[in-house]
């Protein structure tokens, strides 16, 4: 392995940065090149069918079998123009990448003649098998019936690769029996619920507000490390993180990368990446360098949350597909290096209106300003209640080493609105008691007339919050970077549905059974969910050990590790939600509850297979040779008649090393062992949990073994990358 390693630094060396040469300078001439939106269907259909499509998505309704049969036969028409052969049913399963079953649009006649062929039969619907996908026990292993079908409302692509191009058509993923076995299907059903929940209270303030969208717009953070350096690390390979290798001399801590000039073999992978994405119809317009060595991030505008998650997962493919060609890994995994930040994946998440008006976006007039209270005050309570199902949407093994690590916010959820914000909400909640004359300016009195001096950049941003407003949208920063975007955004959607169900109906109660005015019941809902929520919004540093602290005397939730933030999709409050809104039944919910678990066992058992065999055959033998180096040294120093003097201090490096040895092989030995027990628990929680604090417990031990070993051993017999700092060079 350390030939592998030197060989790795040398043509690392050698590489330089590649050409990339663009369709046009004007990205408006080739963006969304290779989607089948509007304009390709517009070119492609009859006038006719053109309409009937665009109001059957608009309508969210079902489209019928001759429609399908004529998108099929423009799409087949489309795609074959640019060279497609296959098409493919693209779907999001619980594995958390993308799936895809390629098809040929190849068929034959009944008299064996051979034709192209794609019917509207084979758009809606697929049957690929299901049999090897998470479905935590909704089937049998034997059964391997699972349906895809269209959404409409994602526009087909085309994806290129090794010079071929596919049909990639968006779908949903369902179970025989019609259970979700996907991210899709859910995410889809909460964009309809908070739609139907957010228009009757929109209608309060404007009636021509028939329809309100999620739009999202998803930052992704990555890492980039040389494709051979990659390769030279079984650790890297296998787990998507460094489980052995102490920290450089120089990490991150002069901030010197931040925002720094981008290396030049990045930016050509950047470009390359980016034009990909573009051609897909992916708005991307923002890159620069993170705060961590060979750290980026890049992100898009803001999209219908549905076409915003898809774009995301087909980023992250685009950018592992790209990153080959230039010598490169991404890493996505939420916390590849000790002791460095990690990454993560900031969902920027607001509402808007068929009318054009952002609801999370303050306005000019207090009438405006009353609508937008109403959101953002409710999105806060939403949080409030729900918070724990929040951190458990993002739970996951990776996300642990990364959530309160001293640059991602912590396990605690809690809302950061700034000053100013704080202080409207304070003095709404203040005036509760003032009494109204009539001909008082109601609006003057509550102290809304002074939203509008609010501006997008009000006030300084609160990097250490999960979820901060920030003029205009919430950005929920604590989704990891490796994450499908919609487990966190169909909790988001549910949880401010449900809570504006809840206004709606308390609102018009008041003004039904008190003849109070609307504008004073809904300030009257509003001061009251001010008042109830106030422990949720905290202001200050969330990763300090006071506010861990004082979270705890306000009664928020600090739950540290995955399998212990799961446990609140068995409550029966959270069963009750989503059943009642037809999000998951109580079988799906309790099917992604053991498929997480599942999911988080088998990547702590990989990891710990890996370290136990890094450990034990690999470093050990090393160790051990350079101990017989010592070794014979020692006997040198004898010959020229050289003891104590010169050999004691070697004497006690032999020593040392049987010692971190001895350490190595007892933890090692105890941590295959406590793996064993866990795996004989069948209660799959118990078995997670066992995982997390037995199994865990033994890395830290081996990994402290082993780096005091590794500063010990010559630099030229050491198996693995000696520094961290030699995965970032550029």
Partial sequence: MAILRFKALELVSQRKPAEVALPSLKISEYFGENV?????????????????????????????????????????????????????????????????????????TGDGDAIESFKGSALVQQEPDASSFPSGGIRNTFEARGYSAWDPSSPAFLIENAGTRTLCIPTIFVSYTGEALDYKTPLLKSLHLLNQAAVPVCQYFDKEVVKVNTTLGIEQEYFLVDRALYEARPDLMMTGRTL????????????????????????????DFEKSSLKLGIPLRTRHNEVAPNQFECAPTFEDANLAVDHNQLLMDIMDRVAERHGFKVLLHEKPYKGVNGSGKHNNWAMSTNTGVNLLAPGKRPKENLQFLTFFINTIMAVHKHADLLRASIASASNDHRLGANEAPPAIMSVFVGQQLTAVLEELERTAK????????????????????????????????????????????????SANSSSSMTVLNTIVADQLMEFR???????????????????????????????????????????????????????????????????EEVKALYTRHGIFSEVELCARHEILLEEYIKKIQIESRVMGDLAMNHVIPTAIAYQNKLIQNIRGLKDLGLEDEYTQTTIESIKRISSHIKNIQVNVVEMIQSRKVANKIENVRERAIFYNEKVLGFFEPIRTSVDKLELMVDDEDWPLVKYRELMFRR
């Fill in 36 to 108: 089948f939106g509007f304009s390709a269907l517009r070119a492609t259909m009859s006038s006719e069918n053109f309409k009937r499509l665009g109001r059957t998505i608009e309508a969210g309704e079902k489209v019928d079998r001759d429609l399908a049969d004529a998108v099929a036969a423009a799409m087949k028409t489309w795609a074959m123009s640019k060279g497609a052969t296959h098409y493919t049913h693209w779907f999001q399963p619980l594995t958390g990448s993308t799936a895809e079953k390629h098809d040929s649009f190849f068929d034959l």
């Fill in 244 to 271: 052995f290798g102490h920290a450089p001399a120089k990490g991150q801590q002069l901030e010197d990368h931040y925002f720094g000039s981008i290396p030049s073999r990045v930016h050509s992978f950047m470009v």
């Fill in 434 to 481: 003032v009494p109204m004359e009539k001909g008082d300016n109601m609006y003057l009195k509550l102290g809304i007339d002074k939203i509008p001096e609010i501006l997008r950049d009000n006030t300084d941003r609160n990097r250490t919050s999960p979820f901060a407003f920030t003029g205009n949208k919430f950005e929920f920063r604590a989704v990891g970077s």
């Fill in 505 to 571: 109906q308390s609102v018009d109660e008041l003004i039904e059974k008190k003849d109070m005015k609307k504008e004073l019941a809904i300030i009257q809902v509003l001061r009251e969910y001010v008042a109830a929520s106030k422990a949720i919004r905290f202001e200050g540093n969330g990763y300090s050990k006071e506010w861990e602290d004082e979270a705890a005397e306000r009664g928020l939730s600090n739950i540290k590790s995955t399998p212990l933030a799961l446990d609140v999709y068995e409550r």
